[in-house]
């Protein structure tokens, strides 16, 4: 038992260090160069100890070689325990003994004496309280053996099962198990397995959606899948974040959603074939300044925020063309300090003080006749460097809601012009036609294949359940001696009270008296 109790500590502080201390993330195993950028990184946190870690193992522990050796070892010192207590544990469950030796009366932890009972009155009263019992007469004395749910003890047998099939079930998930993450948007396909995979599997999210209460908070994420075999429509369903999606003992779950996607074309004018046909996630942000225009008047001309194409040393904006006048503006923000902005407008054919024009947020300033308000800062969803023709290898992409509210899809390269694109509404630059098909949610799906599942929870109900018949379901035997001058009782049983509650009813159902040191005080 003691050497039990500190193995499985061992082990416990083993997986507590697997949780305390950073892992090699999983989509990096295998991969050595990865691996060594990973744990380089980790440096700054460990120190000198890193080099020591890593050859202990330290940032893999549950895939490390020791850990699996110990979980193993531990199956076998389960497994010896329990076989070596299933005869005795079989004996005292189908073959107790019936007869105790007369000084057991005397000695026993539980143990009590009550008035003179006769065996026809003393049986049914047992029986009552779901005894089962046994009597024999020796020599004039009758001796009666009362058994109470003797089959508890297997529950012992029950819990040590359950942890074997506990690690039975982890080792199985390790070995056959599977796991993979797809992100991808709504309308495209992405492959579950490596390319060369014979079996490969594709899934296409045909639509995704998430529903957030009014404080943002989610409330539920879901996809529409349609599942692909080696080229061939296998499936489809609906997945969520507790309903997983199933096909082919593969589970697909709903684990992320991001609204901010954007579906763009490029088809080339000269031959009509699509050299660039993405949709991508815009997961960066770019800073840029929302803005109300009024006249002299008071009307009001443009409300928008401005998507900037222009990003100089000290600022970042872009040229606004004022409805209704045929004002032309720079407008752009620039950092002023470490948490505030300002907005910064030039009118180019504005001369002096007149045609510039400095305003912090929520302040209001006046440029070539033309009060301008710096409602705030946004942040616009953006993406940079999505290799599009026509651009260069720092093309920025903004995803932005026009001045008449619809999204709008803005490209800025170095080398060509900014691009700013409405729906559905090709636009020809430089020999390249390009179409914003729209905004495009993504969804996050997880691919899983985990054959020790049903053990895990077999495991666990076998768990909770004999440790629930352990505690709340106590295995008691009695040992009753009958003679003419008393009834002598001995018990084997816990020590929280129930031997002495089960006499003091056992006495009042027969009509005798409680014993002094069982009753009850008042």
């Keep these: 038992m003691r050497f039990a109790v500190f193995y499985i500590a061992t082990l416990a502080t083993f997986a507590m260090l697997g949780v305390l201390i950073p892992q090699v993330p999983e989509a990096m195993r295998g991969n050595s160069a990865a691996i060594a950028v990973w744990v380089e990184s980790e440096r700054g946190t460990f120190g000198p100890f890193t080099e020591t870690m890593q050859r202990l193992g330290l940032f893999e522990v549950f895939h490390a070689k020791w850990f699996l050796f110990a979980l193993g070892f531990l199956v076998v010192n389960v497994t010896t325990c329990t076989f070596n207590r299933w005869s005795p544990t079989f004996r005292n469950v189908f073959r107790p003994p019936r007869r105790v030796p007369d000084s057991f009366f005397d000695r026993a932890h539980n143990r009590t004496v009550l008035a003179p009972i006769g065996i026809d009155a003393l049986a049914p009263a047992l029986r009552k309280l779901r005894y089962g019992v046994e009597t024999r007469v020796e020599n004039g004395t009758t001796y009666v053996f009362a058994d109470r749910h003797p089959w508890t003890q297997l529950a012992t047998f029950v819990s040590h099962l359950a942890l ?27 492959p579950v397995f490596a390319v060369s995979n014979p079996n490969q599997l594709q899934v296409r999210v045909d639509s995704t959606t998430g529903r957030f209460g009014d404080q943002g908070n989610a409330l539920d994420f879901r996809s529409k899948l349609t599942i692909f075999k080696n080229g061939r429509e296998v499936a489809h369903g609906t997945t969520t974040v507790n309903d997983p999606f199933k096909y082919g003992g593969y589970r697909f779950h709903q684990v992320g959603y991001f609204a901010d996607g954007a579906e763009l074309r490029i088809r080339d004018v000269a031959t009509g074939n699509a050299v660039f046909h993405e949709t991508f996630p815009l997961e960066e942000s770019t800073a840029a300044p929302s803005v109300t225009m009024t006249d002299a008047s008071g009307k009001t001309l443009l409300v928008d925020t401005i998507a900037p194409t222009d990003f100089l040393a000290g600022a970042s904006g872009a040229i606004v063309h004022v409805p209704g006048t045929d004002r032309v503006i720079w407008v752009g923000i620039t950092a002023k300090g470490d948490k505030a902005w300002e907005l910064v407008a ?13 305003v912090a947020e929520g302040a209001r300033g006046t ?3 033309i009060d ?22 720092k093309t920025l992409a903004q995803l932005a809601k026009g001045a008449d509210g619809a999204d709008s899809l803005t490209l800025v390269s170095s080398n060509t012009p900014a691009i700013s694109l409405a729906p559905g509404q090709p636009t020809t630059v430089g020999g390249l036609e390009y179409t914003f098909l729209g905004r495009k949610p993504f969804a996050g799906i997880a691919v899983k294949r985990d054959s020790g599942a049903w053990f895990i929870w077999i495991a666990t109900a076998m768990l909770v359940g004999g440790l629930a018949v352990t505690f709340y379901v106590p295995r008691r035997r009695l040992w009753l001696r009958l003679t003419p001058t008393a009834t002598q009782v001995a018990s084997l049983a816990e020590k929280s009270g129930g031997f002495e509650n089960d006499m003091r009813i056992l006495a009042h159902r027969l009509g005798v008296p409680v014993p002094p040191e069982l009753q009850e005080e008042r």
């Excluded at 001369?351 to 400095?358: A, E, N, T």
């Excluded at 301008?372 to 290898?393: E, N, Q, Y």
Aim: aromatic share 10%; charged share 10%.
């Design 164 to 190: 074997i099939l506990f690690i039975s079930g982890g080792l199985i998930t390790w070995f056959t198990g599977f796991s993979a993450e797809i992100f991808t948007g709504e309308g495209t396909t992405a």
């Design 346 to 358: 030039f009118d180019p054919q504005g001369g002096g003080q007149s045609g510039q024009v400095r």
């Design 367 to 369: 440029i070539s006749g």
């Design 372 to 393: 301008v308000h710096f409602d705030r800062v946004a942040a616009i969803p953006s993406a940079v460097g999505l290799g599009i023709p026509g651009g260069d290898t």
